[in-house]
């Protein structure tokens, strides 16, 4: 059973625009939501994070939302650019427990010029 | 500069051959785990280490074992591969919330 899903495999989005990307959690435990991103061939790369007490937190050009009635968080990317075209990986992580993560399928994200 | 690494980047091996995955960190992080991927799917948890002498089976069974004997080093092993183990690992550390990750190795078990 899935606990956090992406359900969205891809996103084409043009440059300048913004990207919004998606995921859903099951867990009503899940304290801290991160999200990464992954070139092909490497490790991901983590971008911004929220703590479950928030409902949004901004770091540039990223901010994640987090809807906590709805078990909802997304992240807007404003403006796009072509350098953000990659995979996004949505985690979520239980109370106390090692800092372990659950991850969600991930989104690839096109950004076209 | 603080850093996560891991070697081989790219491996290919015959079936029946023992492989050992390295990783390190320089980041002094306590907590260290080890992740498999699949294209298209999500990162599973293949093991993890609270700490020096700690080791924990993660939550996608694997016939992978680990060693945790200095902090900042956490290398995988399995004894016998096959073409089912091909596939990417991630080693990760982290010290609070955020993990931070290696660069992978691809393994291409024929």
């Known amino acids: 059973d899935q606990q956090v899903k992406q359900n969205s495999p891809s996103l084409s989005v043009q440059e300048g625009r913004i990207s919004i990307l998606n995921c859903d959690y099951t867990?009503?435990?899940?304290?801290?939501f991160l999200w990464y991103k992954k070139y092909p061939a490497e490790g991901p790369t983590f971008l911004i994070s929220i703590s479950s007490i928030k409902d949004k937190n901004e770091d540039g050009r990223f901010t994640v939302f987090l809807n906590k009635s709805a078990k909802h968080l997304s992240l807007h990317i404003v403006p796009s650019q072509p350098g953000d075209s990659a995979v996004y990986f949505c985690a979520a992580r239980f109370t106390g427990t090692a800092s372990k993560l659950t991850f969600g399928t991930g989104t690839r994200l096109q950004v076209t010029l | 500069e603080a850093d996560i690494y891991q070697t081989p980047r790219y491996l290919v091996i015959g079936t029946g051959k023992k492989i050992t995955l390295e990783c390190s960190q320089t980041?002094?992080?306590?907590?260290m785990y080890w992740y498999q991927q699949d294209p298209g799917m999500e990162l599973h948890l293949i093991h993890y280490?609270?700490?020096?002498?700690?080791?924990e089976k993660g939550d996608l069974s694997s016939e992978s074992t680990v060693s945790r004997i200095r902090t900042e080093h956490f290398p995988l092993t399995l004894e016998s591969a096959r073409p089912s183990h091909t596939s990417q690992y991630l080693c990760?550390?982290?010290?609070?919330?955020?993990?931070?990750f290696g660069p992978g190795t691809r393994l291409t078990v024929l």
């Open positions: 980041m002094g992080h306590d907590k």
């Open positions: 990760a550390s982290s010290e609070f919330r955020e993990q931070f």
């Open positions: 867990n009503s435990m899940f304290d801290y």
């Open positions: 280490s609270y700490g020096v002498n700690s080791t």
